[in-house]
C-alpha cells in the first residue's frame, strides 16, 4: 500500500518538515536520531541540515529511494533501512533523540515498539511524537488511519512512555498542511518526552 502511494513523482506529505518536530527539535541534544517510519524523507532530511546524524526507517522501498533523492538534493547525509518496525531492535542507551511523525501501527506493535523506544534513549535523549488522536474520526481534517486501534489517545501514550519525562504531552485540533493527505483541521496528539539522566 505505501510503495503504490508513494509512486508518483510528488511528495505525497510534502517535502517541509512536520510543524511539530520544527517547533520541538532543539531539544535534541546533538547526535543521532532515529527516525521510525519516515516515509519520504522530509523530516530525515530536515534533522540532518541541523547537523544530526540520522537513520532512517520504514516499510516502503519507493519512500526510502525518495528520501535518498531528497537529502542529495539538499546536500545532506541519512542512512535509511527498509524494513519493518515489528522486528524493529533498538540498542540501548543509543539515541540522543527519536522521532515519531504519524507513525500508526497497530496498538500491540506499537506499545512493544515504545517499550524499545524508551530503552533506546540516552539519559538526556528526547521522543518526540505526533500523530491522529481518536477523535480525528470526527475531525473535518484529511489524514490518518481509518481504525481505532491504530490511533493514539493520550492515556495510553503516557502509560507507554511512562518512564520519560513529559516536557509536552497535549492532545489538540491543528490546522495541518502537509501535503495532499494530511490538510485541515486535525486532531492531534503532541509530546515530547526526555530520558532522565
Ligand atoms: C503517514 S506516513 C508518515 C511518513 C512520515 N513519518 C511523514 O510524516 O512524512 C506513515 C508511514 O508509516 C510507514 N509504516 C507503516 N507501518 C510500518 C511498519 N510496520 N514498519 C515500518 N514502517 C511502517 C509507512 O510506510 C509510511 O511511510
Not at 160 to 171: C, G, K, Q, T
Amino acid at each position: 500500500m505505501w510503495d503504490q502511494r508513494y509512486s508518483g513523482e510528488n511528495f505525497v506529505y510534502g517535502t517541509e518538515p512536520n510543524e511539530f518536530l520544527v517547533e520541538q527539535a532543539y531539544r535534541i541534544p546533538q547526535g543521532s536520531v532515529l527516525c521510525l517510519a519516515e516515509g519520504e524523507g522530509r523530516n530525515a532530511v530536515y534533522l540532518a541540515q541541523k547537523g544530526y546524524e540520522v537513520h532512517a526507517i520504514d516499510l516502503s522501498t519507493i519512500g526510502r529511494d525518495k528520501a535518498m533523492s531528497l537529502a542529495e538534493k539538499t546536500g545532506t547525509r541519512i542512512r535509511y533501512d527498509v524494513g519493518d518496525l515489528t522486528h524493529l531492535e533498538i540498542a540501548p542507551e543509543h539515541w540522543s533523540g527519536i522521532v515519531s511523525i504519524f507513525a500508526h501501527s497497530p496498538s500491540a506493535l506499537r506499545r512493544e515498539l515504545h517499550k524499545k523506544v524508551v530503552s533506546g534513549l540516552q539519559p538526556g535523549g528526547v521522543f518526540i511524537l505526533e500523530a491522529f488522536s481518536p477523535n480525528q474520526l470526527n475531525s473535518s481534517g484529511l489524514g490518518g488511519p481509518k481504525d481505532l486501534d491504530m490511533l493514539m489517545s493520550l492515556l495510553d501514550l503516557k502509560q507507554e512512555l511512562a518512564e520519560l519525562d513529559l516536557l509536552l504531552a497535549r492532545e489538540c485540533l491543528r490546522p495541518v498542511n502537509e501535503g495532499e493527505l494530511h490538510r485541515g483541521e486535525c486532531s492531534v496528539i503532541q509530546l515530547v518526552g526526555v530520558k532522565q539522566g
